[in-house]
């Protein structure tokens, strides 16, 4: 075969570092940007936060963003063309820790207090034999997050010091199940319980007798699972009890907790900046920019002072890092940018939303927002993508506004949303003695001209955590 040289003409699509810098940051949330902030500031001396009032920030706030990213050029170009630029406030901005009084108020912290040292705070107090406290002890540090003795006493053996007793096996059982039920009558009652019954049996002998106790202790020890599936006929037959009976010993029951110790874990509070602010303004629904989650950000003036004195000698790499700090202010400020184009699309779209609430979401897909906005749909997908809406109906991600749609008999189409809501509403008024059942709230959707299948019905109930009708039933 001969060898040859051709030439051919293509084209393709590259990546450039900006444009993947810019991707990059438009799908991070609100934490993830400032996590990925931090790792720039400290690799760049040229770029700094800039924390002051006065100072102009090259990110702007919602009043001005014409402004300031005209500022922002204007800055960029003055240090291109060899003009001495403003680099914002004269001292550069002081990012050490604060030296006032204050500041060890800001960080005081109230430690929780846990079961385990709850249950031994009471150990403590209690004149118990030295044998007695350290199984007592032992069997506390078995317990789980609710309260429960999760392992059973003979496993609890095998795991136990050898020189815990120096009895045999079956006085080691015996002694542990005595130092069971001195644990068991602390507080809070039902704590070393083995099972739901257990815990319940354990709370209800806490309590002064009486008839509708002693009906109430049971069914917690043979009939909870009837209970639980509501099969109130049943239970009326087996405990021979009236109707009144059975609900009095129902309501105690419910009364009681099944988890005693989840007071005394430690919750995960997470707290969630909204991105977007929306507010109703002479009649019309608009969405800003929130201030508190926008970084501000600027060119460290020292360093820029140091690359402008030395235009000609060594100061390749501050110039390449000037760049780069360029690139990611503009980015920033680009990804504000879109995030509000796209809020304030979504609020133009879901207007009868913030008017009336759930039941009157429209059906939004995202190819509708990008052929709006000219974007691209994973473009669309990536800004609403865990970054969040206030309204004065409660703060929501970008992603709660599209759902599928479900057609009506008129030609139209419902949102999913409205439709869940729809059914939480005909559960919440419905009769407990008769309540709907799937196919009943289907029928009922279908005389409003929502045509929607009973399996779908379903699969909604589902995703609001609604039970089956057979156990939304009350006596």
């Keep these: 075969m001969k060898q040859s040289l051709q030439l051919k003409l293509s084209q393709h699509l590259a990546l450039t570092p900006q444009l993947q810098l810019s991707i990059r940051l438009l799908q991070l949330s609100t934490l993830e940007l400032n996590q990925e902030l931090e790792q720039f500031l400290e690799e760049n001396p040229l770029l700094e936060r800039d924390d002051t009032k006065d100072g102009l920030p090259f990110v702007a706030s919602p009043e001005q963003p014409v402004q300031n990213a005209a500022a922002e050029e204007t800055s960029a170009s003055s240090f291109d063309e060899g003009v001495e630029p403003s680099w914002g406030n004269d001292a550069p901005a002081n990012h050490g820790p604060r030296d006032d009084d204050d500041s060890d108020y800001a960080e005081t912290q109230t430690a929780a207090n846990s079961l385990r040292d709850h249950l031994g705070a009471q150990l403590a107090l209690t004149p118990f034999s030295d044998s007695e406290r350290n199984l007592v002890s032992f069997l506390i540090e078995g317990l789980n997050e609710d309260g429960y003795l999760a392992q059973s006493l003979e496993d609890l053996l095998d795991v136990l010091p050898e020189d815990a007793t120096e009895t045999d096996r079956e006085g080691l059982l015996e002694e542990l199940q005595i130092a069971l039920k001195l644990l068991q009558n602390f507080d809070p009652p039902g704590v070393g319980a083995r099972s739901p019954s257990e815990c319940l049996a354990l709370q209800l002998a806490c309590l002064p007798p009486d008839p509708v106790q002693d009906l109430a202790l049971a069914i917690v020890n043979h009939h909870l699972d009837l209970l639980a599936a509501r099969d109130f006929?049943?239970?009326?037959?087996?405990?021979?009890?009236?109707?009144?009976?059975?609900?009095?010993?129902?309501?105690?029951?419910?009364?009681?907790?099944?988890?005693?110790?989840?007071?005394?874990?430690?919750?995960?509070?997470?707290?969630?900046?909204?991105?977007?602010?929306?507010?109703?303004?002479?009649?019309?629904?608009?969405?800003?920019?929130?201030?508190?989650?926008?970084?501000?950000?600027?060119?460290?003036?020292?360093?820029?002072?140091?690359?402008?004195?030395?235009?000609?000698?060594?100061?390749?790499?501050?110039?390449?890092?000037?760049?780069?700090?360029?690139?990611?202010?503009?980015?920033?400020?680009?990804?504000?940018?879109?995030?509000?184009?796209?809020?304030?699309?979504?609020?133009?779209?879901?207007?009868?939303?913030?008017?009336?609430?759930?039941?009157a979401m429209r059906p939004l897909t995202l190819r509708e927002i990008a052929e709006t906005l000219g974007l691209h749909e994973s473009t669309i997908s990536r800004v609403t993508t865990q970054k969040f809406m206030s309204s004065p109906r409660g703060i929501f991600e970008l992603k709660y506004f599209f759902g599928s749609h479900v057609a009506t008999e008129t030609g139209g189409a419902a949102s999913s949303t409205a439709i869940r809501a729809l059914i939480k509403q005909l559960v919440g008024a419905e009769d407990g003695h008769k309540p709907l059942s799937d196919a009943k709230i289907a029928g009922i959707l279908g005389q409003q001209g929502i045509v929607v299948a009973r399996r779908t019905i379903a699969k909604y109930r589902d995703v609001l955590n609604i039970p089956p009708v057979n156990l939304r039933k009350i006596l």
């Design 233 to 359: 006929a049943k239970l009326k037959k087996l405990l021979r009890c009236d109707d009144e009976a059975l609900r009095a010993a129902h309501a105690l029951i419910r009364s009681l907790n099944p988890r005693p110790g989840a007071q005394y874990s430690t919750l995960d509070t997470r707290y969630i900046i909204p991105d977007v602010t929306v507010r109703k303004l002479r009649g019309n629904w608009t969405a800003s920019l929130n201030p508190d989650a926008m970084p501000r950000l600027r060119i460290n003036r020292l360093y820029a002072d140091i690359l402008q004195r030395n235009r000609g000698g060594s100061g390749a790499g501050l110039a390449s890092q000037l760049q780069e700090a360029k690139w990611l202010i503009k980015n920033v400020q680009q990804r504000f940018d879109t995030i509000l184009r796209v809020s304030q699309a979504i609020v133009d779209r879901q207007r009868q939303f913030l008017e009336h609430g759930e039941v």
